[in-house]
Protein backbone atom coordinates (compact mmCIF):
# COMPACT_ATOMS: atom_id res chain seq x y z
CA UNK A 1 0.00 0.00 0.00
CA UNK A 2 1.34 3.46 -1.28
CA UNK A 3 1.52 6.67 1.17
CA UNK A 4 -1.15 9.06 0.69
CA UNK A 5 0.71 11.55 2.01
CA UNK A 6 4.31 13.24 3.20
CA UNK A 7 4.51 14.52 7.16
CA UNK A 8 7.50 17.17 7.53
CA UNK A 9 8.56 18.04 10.69
CA UNK A 10 11.62 18.41 13.21
CA UNK A 11 14.04 20.73 15.03
CA UNK A 12 12.87 24.19 15.04
CA UNK A 13 14.90 26.46 11.87
CA UNK A 14 15.31 23.20 10.25
CA UNK A 15 13.91 24.34 6.88
CA UNK A 16 10.50 22.32 7.09
CA UNK A 17 8.30 25.40 5.90
CA UNK A 18 10.92 26.08 2.49
CA UNK A 19 11.37 22.10 1.77
CA UNK A 20 7.37 22.20 1.58
CA UNK A 21 7.30 25.21 -0.47
CA UNK A 22 10.66 23.95 -2.63
CA UNK A 23 8.47 19.95 -3.06
CA UNK A 24 5.33 22.25 -4.46
CA UNK A 25 7.20 23.80 -6.78
CA UNK A 26 8.65 20.95 -8.57
CA UNK A 27 6.83 17.64 -10.12
CA UNK A 28 8.10 14.31 -9.17
CA UNK A 29 9.44 11.87 -12.04
CA UNK A 30 5.87 9.65 -11.90
CA UNK A 31 4.18 13.02 -12.44
CA UNK A 32 3.09 13.47 -8.90
CA UNK A 33 2.59 16.85 -7.73
CA UNK A 34 2.63 17.84 -4.59
CA UNK A 35 0.94 20.53 -2.15
CA UNK A 36 1.22 21.66 1.23
CA UNK A 37 -1.85 21.88 3.76
CA UNK A 38 -2.30 25.10 5.14
CA UNK A 39 -1.83 24.98 8.86
CA UNK A 40 -3.71 27.07 11.65
CA UNK A 41 -2.01 28.50 14.33
CA UNK A 42 -2.22 31.03 17.11
CA UNK A 43 1.58 32.23 17.21
CA UNK A 44 2.54 35.38 16.11
CA UNK A 45 2.39 36.30 12.22
CA UNK A 46 5.83 36.12 10.33
CA UNK A 47 6.21 37.59 7.24
CA UNK A 48 8.15 34.82 5.44
CA UNK A 49 5.68 32.59 5.72
CA UNK A 50 2.06 32.28 3.83
CA UNK A 51 1.58 28.60 4.71
CA UNK A 52 0.07 29.64 7.80
CA UNK A 53 -3.87 30.68 8.80
CA UNK A 54 -3.23 32.73 12.05
CA UNK A 55 -6.25 32.63 14.25
CA UNK A 56 -7.05 33.61 17.98
CA UNK A 57 -6.90 31.28 21.08
CA UNK A 58 -10.59 31.03 20.97
CA UNK A 59 -11.29 30.45 17.60
CA UNK A 60 -8.62 27.35 17.48
CA UNK A 61 -10.39 25.98 20.35
CA UNK A 62 -13.59 26.27 18.77
CA UNK A 63 -12.00 23.96 15.83
CA UNK A 64 -10.70 21.92 18.41
CA UNK A 65 -13.88 21.20 20.36
CA UNK A 66 -16.14 21.12 16.66
CA UNK A 67 -13.51 18.07 15.49
CA UNK A 68 -12.52 19.99 12.46
CA UNK A 69 -8.95 19.15 13.32
CA UNK A 70 -6.94 16.49 11.62
CA UNK A 71 -4.42 17.00 14.13
CA UNK A 72 -3.29 19.88 16.91
CA UNK A 73 -0.65 20.45 19.30
CA UNK A 74 1.23 22.72 21.14
CA UNK A 75 4.83 24.01 20.25
CA UNK A 76 6.95 27.01 22.10
CA UNK A 77 3.69 28.28 23.88
CA UNK A 78 2.13 28.34 20.57
CA UNK A 79 -0.97 26.12 19.36
CA UNK A 80 -0.56 24.31 15.76
CA UNK A 81 -3.16 22.31 13.49
CA UNK A 82 -4.23 20.87 10.21
CA UNK A 83 -8.20 21.24 9.52
CA UNK A 84 -9.35 17.88 8.17
CA UNK A 85 -11.01 20.15 5.29
CA UNK A 86 -8.19 21.46 3.74
CA UNK A 87 -6.42 17.93 3.68
CA UNK A 88 -9.55 16.13 2.17
CA UNK A 89 -9.24 19.03 -0.83
CA UNK A 90 -6.02 18.01 -1.73
CA UNK A 91 -6.94 14.32 -1.66
CA UNK A 92 -9.82 15.47 -4.07
CA UNK A 93 -7.37 17.29 -6.53
CA UNK A 94 -5.55 14.04 -7.33
CA UNK A 95 -2.81 15.80 -5.31
CA UNK A 96 -0.27 14.54 -2.60
CA UNK A 97 -0.72 16.62 0.69
CA UNK A 98 2.19 18.11 2.77
CA UNK A 99 1.96 18.18 6.30
CA UNK A 100 4.50 20.59 8.07
CA UNK A 101 3.63 19.72 11.86
CA UNK A 102 5.65 19.62 15.02
CA UNK A 103 7.41 16.72 16.03
CA UNK A 104 4.84 15.45 18.82
CA UNK A 105 1.70 15.95 16.10
CA UNK A 106 3.67 13.65 13.66
CA UNK A 107 3.60 11.07 16.46
CA UNK A 108 0.18 11.45 17.20
CA UNK A 109 -0.57 11.00 13.54
CA UNK A 110 1.03 8.10 12.87
CA UNK A 111 0.40 6.23 15.72
CA UNK A 112 -3.21 6.05 14.61
CA UNK A 113 -2.00 5.84 11.25
CA UNK A 114 1.53 4.67 10.33
CA UNK A 115 0.87 3.19 7.04
CA UNK A 116 -0.99 6.45 5.11
CA UNK A 117 2.10 8.51 5.83
CA UNK A 118 5.83 9.00 4.98
CA UNK A 119 7.49 11.04 7.97
CA UNK A 120 10.70 13.04 7.38
CA UNK A 121 12.28 14.38 10.10
CA UNK A 122 14.41 17.88 9.29
CA UNK A 123 17.58 18.17 11.64
CA UNK A 124 20.63 20.49 11.40
CA UNK A 125 23.76 20.94 13.87
CA UNK A 126 22.45 23.42 16.51
CA UNK A 127 24.74 25.74 15.53
CA UNK A 128 23.55 25.95 12.14
CA UNK A 129 20.24 25.96 13.58
CA UNK A 130 21.13 28.67 15.87
CA UNK A 131 22.49 30.60 12.91
CA UNK A 132 19.17 30.35 10.82
CA UNK A 133 17.46 31.06 13.97
CA UNK A 134 19.44 35.17 13.92
CA UNK A 135 19.25 35.18 10.35
CA UNK A 136 15.38 34.76 10.82
CA UNK A 137 14.91 36.83 13.45
CA UNK A 138 17.38 39.60 12.99
CA UNK A 139 18.45 39.71 16.76
CA UNK A 140 21.48 38.02 18.38
CA UNK A 141 19.58 35.92 21.35
CA UNK A 142 20.72 35.61 25.00
CA UNK A 143 22.93 33.04 26.18
CA UNK A 144 19.33 31.51 28.24
CA UNK A 145 17.23 31.93 24.57
CA UNK A 146 20.40 30.10 23.32
CA UNK A 147 20.10 27.54 25.91
CA UNK A 148 16.11 27.09 25.92
CA UNK A 149 16.46 27.12 22.20
CA UNK A 150 18.94 23.77 21.98
CA UNK A 151 16.83 22.30 25.12
CA UNK A 152 13.68 22.48 22.93
CA UNK A 153 15.48 20.69 20.07
CA UNK A 154 17.14 17.77 22.09
CA UNK A 155 13.16 17.67 23.46
CA UNK A 156 12.53 17.32 19.77
CA UNK A 157 14.64 14.59 18.61
CA UNK A 158 13.51 12.29 20.96
CA UNK A 159 10.31 12.03 18.67
CA UNK A 160 12.91 11.33 15.66
CA UNK A 161 12.76 7.86 16.37
CA UNK A 162 8.77 7.78 14.72
CA UNK A 163 10.35 8.99 11.57
CA UNK A 164 11.11 6.99 8.34
CA UNK A 165 13.81 8.51 7.30
CA UNK A 166 15.85 11.60 9.41
CA UNK A 167 17.55 14.28 7.14
CA UNK A 168 20.23 16.22 8.03
CA UNK A 169 19.52 19.21 5.90
CA UNK A 170 22.33 21.48 5.26
CA UNK A 171 21.52 21.95 1.54
CA UNK A 172 17.84 22.59 0.49
CA UNK A 173 18.35 21.23 -3.20
CA UNK A 174 19.89 17.68 -1.87
CA UNK A 175 17.29 17.29 1.01
CA UNK A 176 14.32 18.15 -1.92
CA UNK A 177 15.77 15.43 -4.16
CA UNK A 178 16.55 13.04 -1.66
CA UNK A 179 12.66 13.14 -0.43
CA UNK A 180 11.58 12.96 -4.33
CA UNK A 181 13.53 10.20 -4.42
CA UNK A 182 12.22 8.36 -2.09
CA UNK A 183 8.84 9.37 -2.43
CA UNK A 184 9.72 7.74 -5.77
CA UNK A 185 10.54 4.50 -4.25
CA UNK A 186 8.53 3.89 -1.18
CA UNK A 187 7.86 0.55 -0.57
CA UNK A 188 10.46 -0.76 -3.41
CA UNK A 189 13.03 -3.46 -2.34
CA UNK A 190 16.48 -4.10 -3.43
CA UNK A 191 20.20 -3.04 -3.34
CA UNK A 192 21.04 0.68 -3.35
CA UNK A 193 22.36 1.86 -6.35
CA UNK A 194 25.78 4.97 -6.11
CA UNK A 195 22.83 7.24 -7.16
CA UNK A 196 20.26 6.49 -3.86
CA UNK A 197 23.47 6.03 -1.53
CA UNK A 198 25.31 9.39 -2.55
CA UNK A 199 21.83 11.36 -2.36
CA UNK A 200 21.10 9.70 1.36
CA UNK A 201 24.82 10.30 2.48
CA UNK A 202 24.43 13.72 1.48
CA UNK A 203 21.92 14.34 3.55
CA UNK A 204 23.30 12.27 6.65
CA UNK A 205 20.86 9.62 6.15
CA UNK A 206 23.17 5.76 6.23
CA UNK A 207 26.53 7.20 7.14
CA UNK A 208 27.95 10.16 8.36
CA UNK A 209 31.15 11.64 9.02
CA UNK A 210 31.76 10.32 4.99
CA UNK A 211 34.28 10.75 2.01
CA UNK A 212 32.25 10.85 -1.17
CA UNK A 213 35.41 10.11 -2.84
CA UNK A 214 34.72 6.23 -0.84
CA UNK A 215 31.09 6.02 -2.63
CA UNK A 216 31.00 2.84 -5.23
CA UNK A 217 28.65 1.71 -7.66
CA UNK A 218 26.26 -0.67 -4.92
CA UNK A 219 28.41 0.05 -2.12
CA UNK A 220 30.47 2.21 0.27
CA UNK A 221 34.52 1.67 1.75
CA UNK A 222 34.29 1.97 4.89
CA UNK A 223 37.50 3.97 6.30
CA UNK A 224 39.28 2.31 9.99
CA UNK A 225 38.83 4.82 12.89
CA UNK A 226 41.51 6.18 15.38
CA UNK A 227 39.88 4.13 18.37
CA UNK A 228 40.71 0.01 18.86
CA UNK A 229 41.09 -2.42 21.88
CA UNK A 230 44.06 -4.54 21.55
CA UNK A 231 46.28 -6.51 24.16
CA UNK A 232 43.53 -5.70 26.69
CA UNK A 233 43.51 -2.04 26.25
CA UNK A 234 41.40 0.47 24.79
CA UNK A 235 44.16 2.56 21.87
CA UNK A 236 44.28 5.58 19.68
CA UNK A 237 45.86 6.18 16.17
CA UNK A 238 46.87 9.46 16.00
CA UNK A 239 49.78 11.30 13.52
CA UNK A 240 52.37 10.25 15.52
CA UNK A 241 51.21 6.29 15.63
CA UNK A 242 49.42 5.94 12.24
CA UNK A 243 49.57 2.14 12.33
CA UNK A 244 47.73 -0.81 14.15
CA UNK A 245 50.03 -4.01 14.10
CA UNK A 246 48.15 -7.22 14.98
CA UNK A 247 50.45 -10.04 15.66
CA UNK A 248 50.17 -13.51 13.96
CA UNK A 249 47.71 -15.58 16.07
CA UNK A 250 46.17 -11.93 17.78
CA UNK A 251 43.14 -9.83 16.97
CA UNK A 252 41.64 -6.18 17.62
CA UNK A 253 38.33 -4.46 17.96
CA UNK A 254 38.44 -1.64 15.42
CA UNK A 255 36.04 0.93 14.66
CA UNK A 256 34.98 2.69 11.95
CA UNK A 257 35.26 6.53 10.48
CA UNK A 258 31.70 6.76 9.64
CA UNK A 259 28.49 7.12 12.20
CA UNK A 260 26.03 4.65 10.96
CA UNK A 261 22.52 6.52 10.77
CA UNK A 262 20.19 3.73 9.40
CA UNK A 263 17.11 4.37 8.02
CA UNK A 264 13.65 2.07 9.28
CA UNK A 265 13.34 0.52 5.85
CA UNK A 266 17.44 -0.47 5.30
CA UNK A 267 19.61 -3.24 6.13
CA UNK A 268 23.67 -3.12 6.10
CA UNK A 269 26.14 -5.58 6.04
CA UNK A 270 30.15 -5.24 5.41
CA UNK A 271 32.93 -7.23 5.36
CA UNK A 272 36.58 -7.31 4.93
CA UNK A 273 38.43 -5.86 1.69
CA UNK A 274 40.20 -8.63 -0.50
CA UNK A 275 43.27 -7.21 0.42
CA UNK A 276 43.32 -8.13 3.83
CA UNK A 277 41.99 -11.35 3.79
CA UNK A 278 44.37 -12.48 1.40
CA UNK A 279 46.72 -11.59 4.10
CA UNK A 280 45.46 -13.95 6.56
CA UNK A 281 42.85 -11.54 8.13
CA UNK A 282 39.31 -12.45 9.05
CA UNK A 283 36.50 -10.21 9.90
CA UNK A 284 34.12 -11.17 12.64
CA UNK A 285 30.78 -8.76 12.98
CA UNK A 286 27.40 -9.11 13.84
CA UNK A 287 24.91 -10.87 10.58
CA UNK A 288 23.18 -7.20 9.82
CA UNK A 289 23.19 -3.79 10.87
CA UNK A 290 19.52 -3.10 11.78
CA UNK A 291 17.13 -1.01 10.21
CA UNK A 292 17.13 2.23 12.41
CA UNK A 293 20.51 1.74 14.15
CA UNK A 294 22.77 4.88 15.09
CA UNK A 295 26.31 5.37 16.31
CA UNK A 296 29.69 3.94 15.61
CA UNK A 297 30.53 0.49 14.04
CA UNK A 298 32.69 -1.90 15.38
CA UNK A 299 34.33 -5.48 14.25
CA UNK A 300 36.89 -7.79 14.99
CA UNK A 301 39.84 -8.37 12.82
CA UNK A 302 41.82 -11.82 14.01
CA UNK A 303 45.24 -12.60 12.29
CA UNK A 304 45.60 -16.35 11.31
CA UNK A 305 48.54 -16.00 9.59
CA UNK A 306 52.02 -16.25 11.25
CA UNK A 307 52.97 -12.69 10.45
CA UNK A 308 52.17 -9.62 11.69
CA UNK A 309 49.48 -7.77 9.74
CA UNK A 310 49.97 -3.81 9.84
CA UNK A 311 46.77 -1.20 9.00
CA UNK A 312 46.98 2.26 8.26
CA UNK A 313 44.87 4.73 10.26
CA UNK A 314 41.66 6.36 7.72
CA UNK A 315 42.69 3.97 5.06
CA UNK A 316 39.84 1.66 3.47
CA UNK A 317 39.53 -2.13 5.57
CA UNK A 318 35.78 -2.94 4.88
CA UNK A 319 33.05 -2.07 2.30
CA UNK A 320 29.33 -1.44 3.38
CA UNK A 321 26.43 -2.47 1.47
CA UNK A 322 22.83 -1.38 1.65
CA UNK A 323 19.12 -3.06 0.97
CA UNK A 324 16.31 -1.42 0.78
CA UNK A 325 13.49 -3.48 2.47
CA UNK A 326 9.53 -3.72 1.28
CA UNK A 327 7.81 -2.15 4.11
CA UNK A 328 9.28 -0.06 7.49
CA UNK A 329 10.60 -2.09 10.79
CA UNK A 330 10.81 -0.59 13.78
CA UNK A 331 13.66 1.11 14.25
CA UNK A 332 16.23 -0.81 16.31
CA UNK A 333 16.23 0.07 19.88
CA UNK A 334 18.96 -2.27 21.53
CA UNK A 335 21.64 -1.45 24.01
CA UNK A 336 24.12 -0.23 21.64
CA UNK A 337 21.59 2.59 20.03
CA UNK A 338 23.68 5.76 19.93
CA UNK A 339 27.00 4.73 21.49
CA UNK A 340 29.90 5.65 19.84
CA UNK A 341 33.03 4.48 21.69
CA UNK A 342 34.43 1.15 22.39
CA UNK A 343 34.44 1.50 25.62
CA UNK A 344 30.91 0.87 25.59
CA UNK A 345 31.01 -2.19 23.33
CA UNK A 346 33.94 -4.30 25.04
CA UNK A 347 32.45 -6.98 27.53
CA UNK A 348 33.48 -7.10 31.29
CA UNK A 349 35.00 -10.66 30.63
CA UNK A 350 36.81 -9.31 27.52
CA UNK A 351 39.96 -10.55 29.08
CA UNK A 352 38.48 -14.40 29.52
CA UNK A 353 36.61 -14.54 26.37
CA UNK A 354 36.74 -17.00 24.23
CA UNK A 355 39.05 -15.53 21.57
CA UNK A 356 41.47 -14.88 24.55
CA UNK A 357 41.52 -18.44 25.29
CA UNK A 358 41.94 -19.41 21.86
CA UNK A 359 45.14 -17.05 21.36
CA UNK A 360 46.34 -18.57 24.89
CA UNK A 361 46.03 -22.11 23.26
CA UNK A 362 47.75 -21.24 20.35
CA UNK A 363 50.33 -19.64 22.05
CA UNK A 364 50.90 -22.88 23.57
CA UNK A 365 50.86 -24.93 20.96
CA UNK A 366 53.68 -22.61 19.39
CA UNK A 367 55.30 -23.40 22.67
CA UNK A 368 55.32 -26.91 22.29
CA UNK A 369 56.09 -26.42 19.01
CA UNK A 370 59.59 -24.67 19.69
CA UNK A 371 60.12 -27.41 22.37
CA UNK A 372 59.95 -30.34 20.23
CA UNK A 373 61.66 -28.61 17.76
CA UNK A 374 65.03 -28.15 19.92
CA UNK A 375 64.11 -32.01 20.96
CA UNK A 376 63.99 -33.13 17.46
CA UNK A 377 66.83 -31.35 16.61
CA UNK A 378 69.13 -32.22 19.62
CA UNK A 379 68.00 -36.08 18.54
CA UNK A 380 69.22 -35.10 14.54
CA UNK A 381 72.68 -33.82 16.52
CA UNK A 382 73.20 -36.36 18.89
CA UNK A 383 72.52 -39.24 16.15
CA UNK A 384 75.22 -37.26 13.77
CA UNK A 385 77.47 -37.36 16.18
CA UNK A 386 77.24 -40.98 16.89
CA UNK A 387 77.53 -41.93 13.68
CA UNK A 388 80.50 -39.53 13.05
CA UNK A 389 82.12 -41.36 15.81
CA UNK A 390 81.50 -44.92 14.71
CA UNK A 391 82.71 -43.82 11.65
CA UNK A 392 85.70 -42.79 13.35
CA UNK A 393 86.20 -46.55 14.93
CA UNK A 394 85.84 -48.26 11.86
Avoid at 108 to 135: G, H, S, V
Avoid at 179 to 192: D, F, K, R, S, Y
Avoid at 367 to 394: D, H, P
Wanted: hydrophobic share 35%; glycine share 6%; aromatic share 10%.
Amino acid sequence: MLFESIIITGTSCAGKSTIAEKLCESVANNGVCFEQVKAVTTRERRADDLNYEYVSNDTFDELLRDKKLLVQSTYRDKKYGIKKKAYDKIIENKKVPILVITPTAAVELLTEYQEKYMCIFLDAPNEALIERWIARSGKNPSKKEREEFCKQHEADRKNQDTAHYIISNKDLSASVSLIELLWEHQHQGGALSQKMIAGMIDCGVLLRETDPKMINGASYDLRLGDEYYYDGKIQKMSDKKPFLTIEPYDYAIVSCKETAWIPRDIIAKFGLTVGLFCQGVILSNGPQIDPGFRGTLFCLLFNTSNRAVHLKRGKHYATIEFNKMIGYAEPYKGKYQGKERIIEYIPENALHGAINELKKEVEHLKTESRIMQNIYLGVVALMFAIISILLVLK
